[in-house]
């Protein structure tokens, strides 16, 4: 094994996710479109002391076999050897093997749980949870025993309206300012829900926001990675943390003590420029 290149691209793993192999769950047969983000999260001994579990990931673009235009994401979760045991012989790569759930799979099991947030954020379609080594669904081995954990949702339809920098692109790049009226109204519905729910992405933005125009529909979506939020109340400081509007700087609307006052604030952005203009 060499953990220089991809955990995913060798040996009879490499070959079960080649594009245009089929994926087969308790559920569903899934067959792989494209291979998006991969990552490495191996750890050291001393590191898996403190809790830390050595694994990699990979998430999928892929299509229900039976019904070709039902997209979804997969990701799978793989425990991999400690760092310097990867060339161990399999009997002791064995003894490192533990059983753990992703948070990931923590926080699609959670919201699916919470009826009233089913709306808002992807469906969690299907997930299987075994030990490497004796799944019929992937062939993976590396630490023989250890958790291998496959996660299936919802691809959500809709555009992105994060750039990925903090602004939200393309809401302002909108063509109609009744849609921007629109999502605002969808997110004000959308922030007491889902922290009712008590799950968060970490670093939520505009990027966690993807806007269907067909069917009038908003979603936050990555929940990889993501923090217990208490119920929060509506209030507007909501909408310029994620860019929905402009706002004059010494509007400090994420004070504690910020009054709650919108004077200044922008909702078009050709208003804003012109104003900006102006002065």
């Avoid at 990931?57 to 997969?74: D, G, H, Y």
């Avoid at 699609?108 to 992807?122: D, G, H, I, W």
Wanted: proline content about 5%.
């Amino acid at each position: 094994m060499d953990s220089s290149t991809s955990w995913f691209s060798q040996g009879r793993i490499g070959e079960a996710l080649q594009v245009g192999n089929t994926i087969f769950t308790s559920k569903f047969r899934w067959r792989i479109l494209d291979k998006r983000k991969e990552r490495d999260c191996q750890v050291s001994q001393e590191d898996s002391i403190e809790d830390f579990a050595s694994y990699a990931s990979i998430k999928l673009l892929c299509a229900e076999a039976s019904n070709p235009s039902r997209w979804v994401f997969m990701r799978i979760y793989m425990q991999v050897p400690l760092k310097n045991t990867e060339n161990e012989d399999a009997q002791t790569r064995a003894l490192q093997a533990i059983q753990t759930k992703p948070k990931e799979l923590i926080a699609y099991q959670t919201l699916a749980n919470a009826p009233y947030v089913l709306k808002y954020v992807p469906e969690l379609l299907d997930f299987e949870e075994h030990r490497q080594g004796s799944s019929n669904s992937f062939p993976a081995n590396l630490v023989p025993g250890g958790f291998l954990t496959i996660i299936v949702w919802e691809h959500v339809p809709g555009v992105l309206l994060g750039d990925g920098s903090g602004k939200a692109t393309k809401f302002w790049d909108l063509k109609d300012p009744r849609e921007r009226v629109t999502i605002r109204e969808k997110f004000k519905e959308l922030i007491p829900k889902i922290t009712k729910a008590g799950i968060w992405p970490k670093t939520a933005g505009p990027s966690n926001l993807i806007w269907c125009s067909e069917t009038k529909s908003l979603h936050l979506v990555g929940f990889r990675e993501w923090s217990h939020m208490p119920r929060q109340t509506w209030n507007a400081g909501w909408y310029p943390r994620f860019d929905l509007v402009r706002v004059p700087v010494d509007c400090h609307w994420s004070d504690s003590d910020w009054n709650g006052s919108t004077s200044g604030w922008k909702w078009e952005l050709d208003d804003f420029v012109a104003r900006e203009q102006s002065s």
